[in-house]
């Protein structure tokens, strides 16, 4: 059988998926991992490698994410691909009937979305274009000449170059939604555009089943008299109302054909000659008459512009109050995470959080230790058992240890090379306050001199010399949890990217652009 699946469902799936941020009964968040890429490929940075999607790898994202940020209902939004308006270019006129046996003239497209209709202006306003000059003599269009500028609800041309070109109007990009959401290849669409008050009067003045644009695909010949313009020659179909101007030229041809009264209703419509007293000529003149979308121009502008991408904005930045966003180690993975929990199985539904283990320590020496990002690092919890973890952050003010620990610290079976004879051991040990006989609360550091857990602190902050300094984790006997429950959540987007190193006073702006 022959089937598709139309455009509409991937416009319907991202207009769900932006109300699912928005509802109250989610949460969605993005996340930065990966301090150690280079020990996954030698060449990370250079080539990073296209993340898997199994359930094998998912846990792999999880056992090394570093942070999350909650992405809230204005850090998302239905996103375009951006064309701007470039002078001399060649645009494809907005028409409702491409496909695979009547492409765009210009781009090829088969079918609307992937033509090239619609334009951002200099000022960050957009565009459809109507006409391109298409006529009979130029059947692909001309080159567009005067930028459009205007805000007129009714579409018209944008200046005096005679370049033939009409413009429809839709919105104006805020200067707060070019900082977040607009990139390298997207633009946003306003957000609740039904019922807006910001877009209400390029909203409310569409006409369903409106008709704008006729173009002449014959001028005929032998139309009467040269020089004559014919007024309120009806256009019949399915809807009312729709009259046109005609014009003839001195060749006796069809000059031009300017719409006079849009009407309402019409899903086709025919130029009727007779009754708008146009002679017919030895060759009949034969039109195009373009549809307006569902609604009329501006209506609903998600499914006019095909706004079936998605753009979810974070900004990583560090907090003095709440520190996530650890310093001084890479990062090169980011994602998306829908629904992640605390530990006691609840939405997680804070700002931020950190998704690392971290550790209080004590002992002389320890303002001025140093921890090597991605070194390892021990303690004895038991005769004979060692907890082993990895360097993601140690701060020798405070004495905190942030740290991870993943499947390369034992040995696995599974695809790959598995270690048959693991150093620590073929089961990943928790750091303790408390350890078993035989253990000690040391931590020996890969190089320097040993600390130990500060099992007498317990809290989110510590005073040091008469400041408060707030350690971003809730710490009990020296030792603090991730404030995610790892492995409890649905990771729904992985991007591999060449690493960084974040620094002090460093923020970055995180861009995902899904696509359905």
Known sequence: ????????????????????????????????????????????????????DNFSEEND???TMVALKKINSSDVRQVIPKRNWVSGTTYDMYRHDYSVTNTAAVSGATNLY?????????DFKVYICLQNGTEPNNPNGKPSLDEPTFTDLEPRSAGSSGDGYIWKYL???????????????????????????????VRDNAVDGSIKIV???????????????????????????????????????????TISNQGSGYTFGSLNLISGGVPTGTTIPTFNVIMSPQGGHGKDIYRELGAFNVLLYSRIENDNENPDFVTGNQIARVGVVENPEVSTGTILNSDKASALNALKLTGAGYSSATFTADAYFTQTVATGTTAVGRVVNYDATTGVLKYWQDRSLAGFNTVGTALTNPTY????????????????????????????????????????????????????SGVAGPEVKKHAGNIIYVDNRPSITRSSNQKEDIKIILQF
Do not use: H
């Not at 301090?35 to 490698?49: A, E």
């Not at 104006?172 to 019922?195: C, G, H, L, Q, Y």
């Open 61 to 63: 994202y999880w056992d």
């Open 1 to 52: 059988m022959a089937a598709i699946i139309t455009d509409q469902i991937r416009i319907l799936n991202a207009k769900n998926f932006v109300s699912g941020v928005s509802s109250s009964s989610n949460s969605y968040y993005s996340f930065i991992g990966l301090p150690n890429p280079s020990d996954y490929q030698s060449d990370w940075d250079t080539n990073p490698p296209a993340p898997k």
């Open 215 to 257: 173009t002449v695909t014959n001028a005929g010949v032998g139309l009467g008299t040269a020089n004559q313009t014919y007024t309120r020659v009806p256009i019949e179909g399915d809807g009312s109302g729709a009259e046109c101007t005609l014009t003839v030229g001195a060749d006796s041809k069809v000059s031009g054909v």
């Open 425 to 476: 051991g073929f089961s990943i040990e928790a750091f303790t306050a408390s350890p078993s006989p035989g253990g000690s609360l040391t931590i020996v550091p890969s190089s320097g001199s040993n600390l130990a857990i500060d099992t007498s602190f317990t809290g989110i902050s510590t005073i040091i010399n008469n400041k408060t300094y707030y350690l971003g984790q809730s710490f009990t």
């Open 171 to 201: 919105y104006t990009i805020k200067p707060n939604e070019v900082v977040k959401f607009e990139s390298t290849d997207f633009i946003p669409v306003p957000a609740n555009w039904s019922t807006s008050t910001d877009n209400a009067t």
């Open 114 to 122: 992937s033509a090239f209709y619609y334009v951002m202006n200099s």
